[in-house]
């Protein structure tokens, strides 16, 4: 059975620090797709950034990186430079490729940016 | 950029009442999806529709619940006769064909009296 697991509920960064959150999965498949998403107050889910699986290089965009441990099946997100805007919070998930039906959502990660 | 669209923004109900949710997907998108979020917990999976029928549905899609496509463009969830426990954050989420993410909408918040 294919499962996400966040297990820090809430965590909190000073602006302009950087900060982690992590992300494990569960699955048996070689092959498989793994994002963040972002979710503000505005309740918009949010796409921040994706992996796939057959991809050695961990995915960038901007301030976002991850750091994709496929043997291990973590995949944890950093946030470089912390911004008030980015207080949200932020679930991982997961799909394999082949199978359009549906993603697999962590619990969530709350985070507050502090001032 | 396109976006997912769906109405209303806020849907409040009297419980055994029948709503229906509405969602506009990406025109070139062929996969949609129903999730639910109730307040502080997980977003979970309800149902997937591919080429106007459903083609995976979860233990919370029972027989409450339906989907369809009534006019080509249109993505409606129906729920018949509301519970409390139905008040939650619904998205509806779209996939172009050979894409990697889902797109989701705004979402429509259920609120069951």
């Known amino acids: 059975a294919q499962t996400v697991t966040q297990s820090q509920p809430e965590m909190s960064v000073q602006e302009a620090e950087t900060v982690t959150l992590s992300c494990t999965y569960d699955?048996?498949?070689?092959?498989?797709?793994l994002f963040w998403y972002k979710q503000p107050p505005s309740r918009q889910m949010i796409l921040v950034i994706r992996?796939?699986?057959?991809?050695?290089q961990n995915a960038t965009e901007n301030r976002f990186s991850v750091n994709f441990q496929k043997a291990a099946k973590s995949f944890s997100l950093k946030i470089s430079d912390s911004q008030l805007g980015d207080a949200a919070m932020y679930f991982c998930?997961?799909?394999?490729?082949?199978?359009?039906?549906?993603?697999?959502f962590g619990s969530g990660t709350k985070l507050n940016v502090k001032p | 950029e396109p976006e997912v669209t769906q109405t209303p923004s806020h849907q409040v109900t009297q419980m055994g009442q029948e709503v229906i949710l509405r969602c506009v997907p990406i025109?070139?998108?062929?996969?949609f999806y129903w999730y639910r979020q109730i307040l502080g917990q997980k977003v979970e999976f309800l149902v997937s529709?591919?080429?106007?029928?459903?083609?995976?549905k979860s233990e919370i899609f029972d027989d409450q619940f339906s989907v369809e496509r009534p006019d080509g463009s249109n993505f409606t969830l129906k729920i018949r006769s509301t519970k409390l426990e139905d008040s939650a954050m619904y998205f509806c989420?779209?996939?172009?064909?050979?894409?990697?993410?889902?797109?989701f909408g705004p979402g429509t918040r259920l609120t069951v009296t």
């Open positions: 989420a779209t996939v172009r064909w050979f894409s990697y993410e889902q797109y």
């Open positions: 998930a997961y799909r394999i490729p082949y199978n359009f039906n549906k993603f697999y």
């Open positions: 699955t048996s498949e070689s092959d498989y797709y």
């Open positions: 025109s070139n998108h062929l996969y």
């Open positions: 529709f591919y080429n106007n029928e459903i083609s995976e």
């Open positions: 992996q796939e699986a057959y991809k050695q």
